[in-house]
């Protein structure tokens, strides 16, 4: 008996039979397509904010209001990592990590309005009211997204 037909070649690579999960494909799909969607609407609401913070309350609302557009950006880029980085797993894991990660940002986002509340250099209602539209904005934005895509959201053999 000769060595070749001891041990049967493979004809797939072991990485090339494991098949891709059809729920990660779908949750970074739609994790892009929020992103494309949702950035130009939030850059236009916080040079929105930026402008109406500076003509009525100066350089310090200016400031503000740029403070809060990149927080507030923050915290959405935040959502659509947490989307591609969880797209892979167990979908009930995927909630749990989205629900925590909303609990998390609004955790931060509330620190964030303590700590710079006090500086004077900063306008806290121009931050607050150009964070709050930002992301309001950014969440609509994702909601156009998902609609627009017509993802199924229950994935048959999942």
Do not use: C, Q
Request: overall charge neutral; charged content about 10%.
């Amino acid at each position: 008996m000769s060595e070749a037909t001891d041990a049967p070649t493979p004809a797939v690579a072991p990485e090339a039979a494991e098949t891709e999960n059809p729920h990660a494909e779908i949750v970074r799909k739609l994790a892009s397509a929020m992103l494309r969607t949702a950035v130009w609407p939030g850059v236009a609401t916080v040079a929105v904010g930026a402008i109406v913070a500076t003509v009525l309350v100066g350089v310090s609302g200016l400031i503000g209001a740029l403070v809060g557009g990149v927080v507030a950006f923050a915290s959405s880029l935040l959502t659509i990592w947490l989307m591609r980085f969880t797209g892979g797993m167990n979908p009930h894991f995927v909630m749990v990590a989205a629900l925590g990660g909303y609990i998390g940002k609004m955790i931060v986002l509330l620190v964030v309005m303590t700590l710079l509340g006090g500086v004077d250099v900063i306008h806290r209602e121009s931050l607050a009211f150009t964070m709050l539209a930002t992301v309001m904005v950014w969440a609509g934005a994702e909601v156009v997204a998902f609609k627009r895509t017509k993802i199924p959201t229950i994935v048959p053999g999942s």
